[in-house]
Structure formats: structure tokens, C-alpha cells
């Protein structure tokens, strides 16, 4: 049910409960989500869609005005109600204008707000809402927001779990074929859609997505660990493989962990990922045996390096985000991020010194 408007232009629609919006309600809103669209300047247009419901409630004989903002990584939501509709417009119209802000203020460390290539691809036009749209048209509820906004993340959501995947092989906490990555996002996407509402407060709900896939996975990884100890004394020992694989490694599906595969390359910084598609033949050869090891080599590390790898060097997470995913302190966060470089250049030089 995803709804994308082109240009410079915000898509919206209105759902009426029990009442109708007649053109002196629509002429209201229009002005008040005008006056929202200019803090809404530094998003893609195309992320975003405003969801505004009218309802008319009979026992309190009053209006009820709820808007929910679907943004590129979250999800805003401001209700109000009054006796007089157009008063509970204005007042969910102004909540929801203060959460846009408080927002934008924890965003400001964002990589994406610091690109100057950024900012200027979406400086060049102000942003507006278009029309709304027809009644009975786009999301209707909560539900659909989340579902539209799973939609848009899904992509790097796969990689994300296919790499995670990878990991949980070669460490023998899953045997290779097991879990797909696509079976782990959906059962997110279930879980999600079941109950939006268990969106930890401070957590928004990109940050929970990505914490529901690591609660899956280990989940997962237990199932296993627990069958495997309960038939470890019955089951006949497994002969090695003879096809040649080793650790789990599969020649057919290289999956190098640092490979630009999580989506929309706008969403990676560029400074901490190379453009493997720009290299000669022979030079990303090379890369990809470099990767290969390096995913190997990875697995012997500490857990919290691991995933703060993962989450900070290909997610685009900053320190802040990964300390309230991992539920580890920043300062702890900068220390694995440190451990980490050190470790990457040692690595670099190691491979080099081999002429690989």
C-alpha cells in the first residue's frame, strides 16, 4: 500500500470516522500541514506520507484528530480532540509540528544531514502536499503506516539479515541453509504489524526493526543450540563434507560483509564503504578474496565488535543509536568502533605484507 508522490510533492490522505470533511475542513488542514511541510524541507519527499483521521465521538460528544507522519526511519503521531472539529485540528496539527522538530533536533548528528551533496539535492525546491488523496485511498490505520514503512526498508533489511545469517554460520551457531534471510525479515514484519504499539519509546521504528532481527536470530540460534545438546548422544556423527566447502563458505554466494548490499547507496556513507563497481576486474578480484578472509576473520571477535560493526560500518548507524540497540553506553560503543579501525588496519597491512 505504499504511496509515493513525485517532485517535490507530499502525498496525504484523510479518514473519516463518523464524520465527514466538508470543504471548510480540508481548507484547515491544508493550512495548517502547509505550515508543516517547512520543517519537513531536509527529508526525500518521496519517504514521506501524512495520515490525518477525523472521528466523531458519540459518548463524549466531541471530535477526535489524530495524524500520524511516516518518515523516512520513523513514525510520528499527535491526537488531540475538542468539542469544535477545526480546534482539534490546529491542536493536533501544532503536536504534531512540535514532535517534527524534536526530531529533527536528534538528527542532527546524522551523516545524511552532514552531506553537502544531500542537502543540496533536496535544497533546490520547498516541499508541499499535493491534493488529498481520494477518499477510502491510502493507509487507513497505524498499521498501514508501519506496513508502508517496512516496505520502504525492506531491501536493506535482507541484506542486513543475510549478513547477520552468514555470521551465525561460520560461528556453527546455524548450519549453512537452514534460515533464510527473507523468512527473519518477515517474521519481523509479523511480529511489527501485530502489535506497533510495542515499539520500545525509545526506539524509533527503523531502530527497531534492525532489534527485532537480532532478537529473532538469537532466538533461533537457542532452538538450535538446545536440539543440537538434546540429540548430541543419540544422533550418528555427520561425516565431513567432501564438496570442498569449509566453515561454511559458499563459493556460489560470496556475501563479503562490506559489500555496498544493503540497498540505495544515498543511505551508506561513502566515506566508510568503497564503490566496488568502479574498480578494474583485477583490483576487485582482489577485494573480494580480501572480503572472503576478512569475514572469516571477523567471526573470532569479540561479540559487541561484531555487531558494532555490522550496525555502524554497513547499517549507517552512529554511536548513539548502536548504544540503545546493543544496550551498551556510547562510550563503550567508540571503544569497539576504535578496536575495530585498529583491527582493520592490521588487517590491511597483514594482507598487503602477502601480496594479496
Not at 460528544?61 to 480532540?81: C, D, G, Q, W, Y
Not at 508541499?128 to 506496513?147: I, R
Not at 571477535?301 to 553506553?329: C, H
Request: hydrophobic residues 40%; aromatic residues 6%.
Amino acid at each position: 500500500m505504499s504511496v509515493v508522490a513525485g517532485g517535490n510533492v507530499i502525498s496525504w490522505n484523510i479518514v473519516n470516522l463518523n464524520v465527514s470533511a466538508d470543504l471548510a475542513v480540508k481548507e484547515k488542514l491544508t493550512r495548517k500541514i502547509t505550515r508543516l511541510a517547512k520543517h519537513l524541507a531536509h527529508f526525500p519527499p518521496e519517504s514521506l506520507h501524512l495520515q490525518v483521521v477525523l472521528e466523531k465521538l458519540k459518548k463524549e460528544h466531541s471530535f477526535a484528530v489524530r495524524m500520524t507522519l511516516r518518515l523516512p526511519s520513523n513514525i510520528l503521531h499527535a491526537e488531540k480532540s475538542h468539542e469544535h472539529l477545526l480546534v482539534a485540528i490546529r491542536s493536533a496539527a501544532a503536536a504534531l509540528e512540535n514532535e517534527v522538530k524534536s526530531l529533527k533536533a536528534e538528527l542532527r548528528s546524522d551523516y545524511r544531514w552532514k552531506r553537502p551533496a544531500y542537502r543540496a539535492r533536496l535544497a533546490e525546491e520547498a516541499l508541499v502536499f499535493s491534493e488529498p488523496m481520494e477518499t477510502g485511498t491510502g493507509p487507513q490505520t497505524k498499521v498501514d503506516m508501519v506496513s508502508d514503512l517496512l516496505e520502504a526498508h525492506d531491501k536493506q533489511l535482507v541484506a542486513h539479515a543475510r549478513r547477520e545469517l552468514r555470521m551465525a554460520e561460520l560461528g556453527d551457531q546455524l548450519p549453512r541453509g537452514m534460515l533464510e534471510a527473507r523468512d527473519v525479515v518477515d517474521e519481523v514484519a509479523r511480529v511489527c504489524l501485530a502489535e506497533p504499539g510495542n515499539k520500545p519509546e525509545m526506539l524509533t521504528y527503523e531502530q527497531w526493526f534492525y532489534q527485532l532481527i537480532r532478537q529473532e536470530l538469537d532466538r533461533q540460534c537457542r532452538l538450535y543450540a538446545e536440539d543440537r545438546d538434546n540429540r548430541i548422544e543419540t544422533a550418528p556423527k555427520e561425516q565431513a563434507s567432501s564438496d570442498g566447502e569449509e566453515d561454511g563458505y559458499d563459493a556460489e554466494r560470496q556475501l563479503g560483509l562490506i559489500l555496498p548490499e544493503i540497498g540505495c547507496e544515498e543511505d551508506l556513507p561513502e566515506h566508510r564503504i568503497p564503490d566496488q563497481t568502479v574498480l578494474p576486474p583485477d583490483v576487485a578480484a582482489s577485494g573480494q578474496e580480501l572480503l572472503e578472509i576478512l569475514q572469516h576473520d571477523i567471526r573470532h571477535w569479540p561479540v559487541d565488535e561484531q555487531q558494532v560493526f555490522e550496525l555502524y560500518f554497513l547499517v549507517g548507524f552512529d554511536a548513539g543509536e548502536i548504544a540503545k540497540l546493543r544496550r551498551l553506553s556510547e562510550k563503550q560503543v567508540d571503544a569497539c568502533i576504535a578496536s575495530i579501525q585498529s583491527r582493520l588496519r592490521q588487517f590491511m597491512q597483514v594482507s598487503i605484507g602477502h601480496g594479496l
